[in-house]
């Protein structure tokens, strides 16, 4: 088990941060009702929809993280090891719409379309990076994976 110094440094001072996060994320998640509320102009209300969904996200992972430093969350490579062949198919998957977006990323002209694509681009990025990561935890947890 890593003491509490391996884990984070100055722990009480990171404890705070996170919960000031977790209430920059409320303010946030206020801000965007707010803004949607405001408008009847549907690419600004989506706009906002998609940031208050990412917030809530934000606080989800925020808490996740609380437990990580209290030890409530463990990760073994056998847990991994069952579900790989699913996580590699979602990778496929993951990368399948990468390049797909791309693709109509670079045949659109339309400014409002390119930075939406732009963005959906990025996300689908994010969500092969965080399925690649399980795969690179399976193989630090079990360098044999």
């Known amino acids: 088990m890593a003491t509490e110094t391996e884990i984070v440094e100055r722990r009480e001072h990171f404890e705070e941060g ?25 690419l ?26 209290d ?10 090891g069952q579900i790989s062949e699913l996580i590699t198919n979602h990778i496929e ?9 791309m693709e109509e990323y670079e045949n659109s002209r339309h400014f409002v379309v390119r930075e939406l694509l732009s963005y959906l681009l990025e996300d689908e990025r ?5 399925l690649t990561q399980l795969n690179d935890f399976k193989r630090k947890l079990y360098p044999y994976a």
């Open 18 to 42: 996170i919960r000031k996060w977790q209430e920059m994320e409320d303010l946030t998640i206020a801000s965007a009702d707010r803004i949607k509320a405001a408008t009847g102009n549907v």
């Open 44 to 69: 600004v209300q989506t706009l906002a929809d998609i940031i208050r969904a990412d917030s809530t996200k934000h606080k989800e992972v925020l808490a996740m993280i609380s437990r990580a430093l």
């Open 71 to 80: 030890g409530a969350i463990e990760l073994n490579p056998d847990e991994l």
């Open 93 to 101: 998957i993951e990368r399948s719409s990468i390049d797909l977006a």
């Open 126 to 130: 994010k969500h092969f990076k965080l």
